[in-house]
C-alpha cells in the first residue's frame, strides 16, 4: 500500500523533472490526449488520480525511469514499487 504523502512526493518530483525535460512534456501530452493547459491545471493541484497517471508515464519506459531516477534520487525499483501497488488502486 502506498499513502498520499509518498504519493505526492513522487508526483512533484516527476513534475520537476518533466519541467527540466521539455521533450517529455510532449510526451506527456501525445499520449494523455491532455491539452498544455490542463496539464498547467492539474500540476498546480495534483489529484490522486494524475499523481498516478504521471507515475504510470514515467514506468511506461526504462529509459524514463532510469531518467527520472538518475536527476531526483528516487531509486527506480522503489517507483516500480509504487506503480504496481497503485494498478490495485489508491485507497480513500
Known amino acids: 500500500m502506498i499513502?498520499?504523502?509518498s504519493l505526492d512526493l513522487v508526483a512533484q518530483a516527476i513534475l520537476d523533472h518533466l519541467l527540466r525535460n521539455p521533450d517529455l512534456i510532449g510526451a506527456l501530452v501525445a499520449e494523455s490526449g491532455l491539452l498544455p493547459g490542463d496539464l498547467r491545471g492539474l500540476a498546480a493541484d495534483p489529484t490522486p488520480a494524475f499523481a498516478t497517471a504521471l507515475v504510470d508515464?514515467?514506468?511506461?519506459?526504462d529509459e524514463r525511469l532510469t531518467g527520472f531516477a538518475a536527476e531526483s534520487g528516487w531509486p527506480p525499483l522503489k517507483v516500480a514499487q509504487m506503480r504496481e501497488a497503485l494498478s490495485c488502486g489508491f485507497p480513500d
Open 3 to 5: 499513502d498520499r504523502k
Open 57 to 61: 508515464f514515467i514506468c511506461a519506459s
